[in-house]
């Protein structure tokens, strides 16, 4: 299948770069419920257009060693999957599976709908605001300058719009992203975002476009209703939610909690 580079019609400016490719490496490392983690990849970032168009193809490994009563048992799993977004189209490749799923990208629609003639990369710094980021200052990482954001317990390093290094820490789970190799404003050819001759299941995001005007104003009232729930209201609703859940320790919760509240109350400025 060949990459469509769409029209040139409501094209979206994701970053203030207009072409890329970024390698990366990840590595994520930590011990939760009793099991220890330890897993490594790499991803290869391809865009242009402004980011318009663009295709991540990513390939993962993780272990997981598990004990309990004495007993030890390791599994390991191996990813490799692709995303590539075409102006709004969002397509996710599933190797393991020889599956294609193409869908709306909910937050692109989101802009065009909200704030069609907003800057895509300005718009998305004003959701880290309102999500609790801050920006704590610029840094140079492989001779690039980058605005480091703090978010949600983590840091990322972003120049232009595009992030180059990522660390952040969830329940025990620390994750860091780094680019090892940057290369910007270069020809990118239309084979890098070519997809593999997989079957196409296409998925239906049930948002028409009146959804969507409101969508942020439902997703307000929902982060304030959060805000005024007690930790033993949350707990009872997130393990409804997730049966999983209930095997997560008193204080990993708590600290989801925590940090939820937290959030929250940067988001609303209390």
């Excluded at 193409?102 to 802009?111: C, F, K, N």
Aim: a negative charge; glycine letters at 10%; one cysteine or more.
């Amino acid at each position: 299948m060949s990459g469509c580079n769409g029209s040139a019609q409501n094209k979206l400016k994701r970053y203030d770069l207009k072409s890329g490719i970024v390698e990366y490496v990840t590595t994520t490392s930590g011990k939760v419920m009793g099991s220890t983690i330890n897993g490594s990849g790499t991803e290869t970032l391809y865009f242009k257009d402004w980011g318009a168009l663009e295709l991540k193809e990513s390939v993962l490994s993780q272990t997981t060693i598990m004990k309990f009563l004495g007993n030890s048992s390791t599994e390991t799993e191996e990813t490799h999957t692709i995303v590539k977004l075409d102006n709004g189209d969002s397509y996710s490749v599933d190797f393991n599976k020889k599956q294609i799923y193409v869908s709306r990208d909910i937050s692109m629609d989101m802009i065009m709908a909200n704030q069609p003639n907003g800057d895509a990369g300005e718009v998305g710094e004003s959701m880290l605001v309102s999500m609790g980021g801050e920006k704590t200052g610029t840094e140079k990482f492989l001779g690039y300058t980058c605005d480091v954001w703090e978010i949600m317990g983590g840091k990322q390093w972003i120049h232009k719009g595009l992030m180059l290094k990522m660390e952040m820490t969830v329940l025990g789970i620390t994750t860091k992203t780094e680019a090892t190799s940057v290369k910007l404003d270069v020809s990118v050819p239309n084979a890098n975002f070519e997809l593999p001759d997989f079957p196409i299941q296409e998925i239906e995001n049930f948002m028409g476009d009146e959804d969507l005007e409101y969508d942020a104003e439902e997703m307000e009232e929902g982060m304030e209703m959060m805000q005024h729930l007690s930790f033993e209201e949350w707990k009872q609703a997130v393990i409804e939610g997730d049966p999983e859940m209930k095997d997560a320790s008193e204080e990993e919760l708590r600290h989801s909690y925590d940090m939820m509240q937290k959030v929250l109350k940067l988001r609303s400025g209390n």
